[in-house]
């Protein structure tokens, strides 16, 4: 029997020298979205991190499987070579990096040897095609990268990389917050056109309205640091008529 | 060519003529030479053909550098009334082995021209950098004059730029942007002092410093609006970036108001590598060092990205190694 395509085993992490994450278990197989729900502060962003190697967020014990190998020690860049992806909830700008220079470096640093050399006229088509499917303006390619960038650009922008880079695995932090109507509409068609039977999605949201468009295999409640309850595509619902209270209880 | 002597130097013809072939003055107009001195004046644009364009005016490769050897140099520019010019001025010239540069511009921009000036001080090319490199410029901005300045500063064992603006003229607006770049144990010191002497004028100052190893950058900025000069806009911003424990930087931007009908702002940052940037670019791919470089180029772009001559920009950036060979770093 092959491995699932992601894994995460008894997840344990401190941030700054308080314990965050206590003890996450959760199995993402080929083709599923997994929904993580849950109040602020109970450690989602915190597990997003952890999972792509942010340096500040520190494992205590636990693991990380990817397609079955543990990627737990490995640097973010390994990370992303080997095809996760996260999309951050609070891009960073850079300023003075375009964002077609950023794009070039990273498709160059996770798509070389993976998925074939683009030439470049294949990229700048490729990139182009991604860009239109987003309404995305071609003068956003010379622009500093999400500096200035309004919460639906920066979100199309996270959109757009996860299109080019092709990850195996992306966990979605909050994508849909900071988005207008017609741009969560935009993005979460983008996002859900993406799925496919060899993919896998964790996404992290506090309402359904993403899920509307990204219809979730199984749905996680995560309070303290770890999952309290997991169902089907009907407990979000549930959450959102209800809250979280009787899940507490 | 005539070779320069220790006491008062005589510029022959032949050097003049020289002068005026590498430095492309066509468009220009010689004003005469002294000792260790001389000057050009733009033509004023309804004389010239090619007004819409920024005039050219390169000294790259100056005669006269070879004179400033030892010695110094006072150089005079003219922009007249409504003309539009572009100058750079690029060195010292590494080949001519010197170690000590002073360099006096005075610089008139009459009413309603425009320049845009890059002054690069340059001595990165340089195998032992016992270079100390020195120059002051001062401009004087009339009626609806506009300066679009570029100061940058890379290589010397001290170098010193320092930089007074007069906005004289109603209307009058400068745009300044400084970048020194530092290394080894140089010392690099950048000083803008803007005055606002009438009413409706306008000046923007940002200077941004890269340092590492033991370098050591100054920055000295003063904006000055006099009691008559109402209704002035003026804002500085200095932005530091630390590559090293050992680097350092002093940092005094000032601001004298002595009327209350301006809008103005100052600040300074001080900073070393974002972790949170270098996370951004590593999720993407991009390993450690490539992340720090892209980071550390992009801080010293934004200073670059202002130059409008093209060809000035990409000689600056190449310089600079911000661009390599057939292609910008950002080409896309």
């Given at each position: 029997m092959s491995a699932p395509l992601f894994e995460i085993k008894d997840l344990h992490v401190e941030v700054e020298g308080k314990k965050v994450l206590n003890g996450v278990n959760l199995t993402v197989a080929a083709g599923e979205v997994h929904a993580v729900m849950g109040r602020n502060g109970t450690g989602k962003t915190t597990l997003a991190y952890t999972l792509m190697g942010h340096p500040r967020y520190h494992v205590l014990s636990g693991k990380i499987f990817l397609q079955g190998e543990e990627i737990t020690a490995l640097s973010p860049e390994e990370r992303a070579r080997k095809r996760l992806f996260l999309a951050f909830q609070y891009p960073v700008a850079i300023p003075g990096v375009t964002v077609a220079s950023f794009l070039r470096a990273s498709l160059k640093a996770v798509r070389a040897g993976n998925n074939g050399d683009l030439q470049p006229t294949q990229l700048r088509a490729v990139i182009k095609e991604e860009m239109k499917k987003l309404n995305i303006p071609d003068a956003f390619m010379t622009r500093s990268l999400n500096e200035g960038f309004s919460g639906g650009e920066k979100k199309r922008l996270e959109t757009l990389q996860l299109r080019l880079l092709q990850p195996k695995m992306a966990v979605l932090d909050e994508t849909d917050s900071g988005l207008d109507i017609d741009a969560l509409k935009i993005v979460s068609e983008n996002l859900q056109s993406y799925r496919s039977p060899e993919r896998g999605m964790l996404v992290i949201t506090h309402y359904q309205r993403m899920l509307n468009y990204i219809k979730p295999d199984v749905v996680h409640v995560f309070g303290g640091g770890k999952i309290l309850k997991t169902g089907g595509a009907e407990l979000a619902l549930k959450l959102e008529e209800q809250g979280y209270d009787w899940i507490m209880q | 060519m005539t070779t320069p002597s220790t006491g008062a130097l005589s510029l022959s013809a032949d050097l003049a003529e020289l002068f005026q072939k590498s430095a492309r003055l066509e468009g220009f107009k010689f004003l005469g030479l002294s000792d260790l001195t001389w000057g050009i004046e733009a033509k004023p644009a309804s004389t010239h053909s090619s007004v819409q364009e920024p005039l050219p005016l390169v000294f790259q490769n100056d005669p006269f550098a070879e004179l400033a050897r030892q010695q110094g140099q006072i150089k005079t520019v003219v922009i007249p009334v409504g003309a539009e010019a572009h100058l750079f001025e690029k060195g010292p010239d590494s080949t001519l082995g010197l170690q000590w540069v002073n360099q006096v511009w005075h610089v008139q921009v009459q009413e309603k021209a425009t320049l845009e000036m890059v002054l690069f001080q340059d001595t990165a090319e340089f195998a032992k950098e016992a270079v100390q490199a020195f120059h002051r410029i001062y401009f004087s901005l009339a009626k609806d004059a506009t300066l679009n300045l570029t100061l940058v500063q890379q290589g010397s064992e001290k170098g010193q730029v320092r930089c007074h603006v007069d906005c004289v003229g109603e209307g009058a607006s400068a745009q300044i942007h400084g970048l020194t770049v530092g290394r080894k144990s140089q010392r690099q010191d950048l000083w803008v002092d803007v005055h606002h002497t009438v009413p409706h004028t306008q000046s923007h100052l940002t200077a941004f410093a890269v340092v590492q190893d033991q370098a050591h950058s100054i920055f000295n900025g003063q904006l000055n609006i006099e009691p008559g000069a109402f209704?002035?806009?003026?804002?500085?911003?200095?932005?530091?970036?630390?590559?090293?424990?050992?680097?350092?930087?002093?940092?005094?931007?000032?601001?004298?108001?002595?009327?209350?009908?301006?809008?103005?702002?100052?600040?300074?940052?001080?900073?070393?590598l974002d972790p949170e940037q270098l996370m951004y670019l590593q999720s993407r791919g991009i390993d450690q060092a490539e992340a720090q470089q892209m980071v550390r180029t992009g801080f010293m772009k934004q200073a670059i990205d202002w130059i409008k001559n093209t060809e000035t920009r990409e000689a600056v950036e190449l310089a600079l190694g911000l661009r390599i060979e057939g292609g910008d770093v950002n080409d896309f």
């Amino acid at each position: 029997m092959s491995a699932p395509l992601f894994e995460i085993k008894d997840l344990h992490v401190e941030v700054e020298g308080k314990k965050v994450l206590n003890g996450v278990n959760l199995t993402v197989a080929a083709g599923e979205v997994h929904a993580v729900m849950g109040r602020n502060g109970t450690g989602k962003t915190t597990l997003a991190y952890t999972l792509m190697g942010h340096p500040r967020y520190h494992v205590l014990s636990g693991k990380i499987f990817l397609q079955g190998e543990e990627i737990t020690a490995l640097s973010p860049e390994e990370r992303a070579r080997k095809r996760l992806f996260l999309a951050f909830q609070y891009p960073v700008a850079i300023p003075g990096v375009t964002v077609a220079s950023f794009l070039r470096a990273s498709l160059k640093a996770v798509r070389a040897g993976n998925n074939g050399d683009l030439q470049p006229t294949q990229l700048r088509a490729v990139i182009k095609e991604e860009m239109k499917k987003l309404n995305i303006p071609d003068a956003f390619m010379t622009r500093s990268l999400n500096e200035g960038f309004s919460g639906g650009e920066k979100k199309r922008l996270e959109t757009l990389q996860l299109r080019l880079l092709q990850p195996k695995m992306a966990v979605l932090d909050e994508t849909d917050s900071g988005l207008d109507i017609d741009a969560l509409k935009i993005v979460s068609e983008n996002l859900q056109s993406y799925r496919s039977p060899e993919r896998g999605m964790l996404v992290i949201t506090h309402y359904q309205r993403m899920l509307n468009y990204i219809k979730p295999d199984v749905v996680h409640v995560f309070g303290g640091g770890k999952i309290l309850k997991t169902g089907g595509a009907e407990l979000a619902l549930k959450l959102e008529e209800q809250g979280y209270d009787w899940i507490m209880q | 060519m005539t070779t320069p002597s220790t006491g008062a130097l005589s510029l022959s013809a032949d050097l003049a003529e020289l002068f005026q072939k590498s430095a492309r003055l066509e468009g220009f107009k010689f004003l005469g030479l002294s000792d260790l001195t001389w000057g050009i004046e733009a033509k004023p644009a309804s004389t010239h053909s090619s007004v819409q364009e920024p005039l050219p005016l390169v000294f790259q490769n100056d005669p006269f550098a070879e004179l400033a050897r030892q010695q110094g140099q006072i150089k005079t520019v003219v922009i007249p009334v409504g003309a539009e010019a572009h100058l750079f001025e690029k060195g010292p010239d590494s080949t001519l082995g010197l170690q000590w540069v002073n360099q006096v511009w005075h610089v008139q921009v009459q009413e309603k021209a425009t320049l845009e000036m890059v002054l690069f001080q340059d001595t990165a090319e340089f195998a032992k950098e016992a270079v100390q490199a020195f120059h002051r410029i001062y401009f004087s901005l009339a009626k609806d004059a506009t300066l679009n300045l570029t100061l940058v500063q890379q290589g010397s064992e001290k170098g010193q730029v320092r930089c007074h603006v007069d906005c004289v003229g109603e209307g009058a607006s400068a745009q300044i942007h400084g970048l020194t770049v530092g290394r080894k144990s140089q010392r690099q010191d950048l000083w803008v002092d803007v005055h606002h002497t009438v009413p409706h004028t306008q000046s923007h100052l940002t200077a941004f410093a890269v340092v590492q190893d033991q370098a050591h950058s100054i920055f000295n900025g003063q904006l000055n609006i006099e009691p008559g000069a109402f209704f002035t806009e003026a804002f500085q911003k200095n932005k530091n970036l630390i590559l090293s424990d050992r680097a350092s930087v002093d940092t005094f931007p000032k601001l004298l108001i002595a009327n209350s009908e301006v809008k103005c702002g100052h600040g300074s940052t001080v900073s070393s590598l974002d972790p949170e940037q270098l996370m951004y670019l590593q999720s993407r791919g991009i390993d450690q060092a490539e992340a720090q470089q892209m980071v550390r180029t992009g801080f010293m772009k934004q200073a670059i990205d202002w130059i409008k001559n093209t060809e000035t920009r990409e000689a600056v950036e190449l310089a600079l190694g911000l661009r390599i060979e057939g292609g910008d770093v950002n080409d896309f």
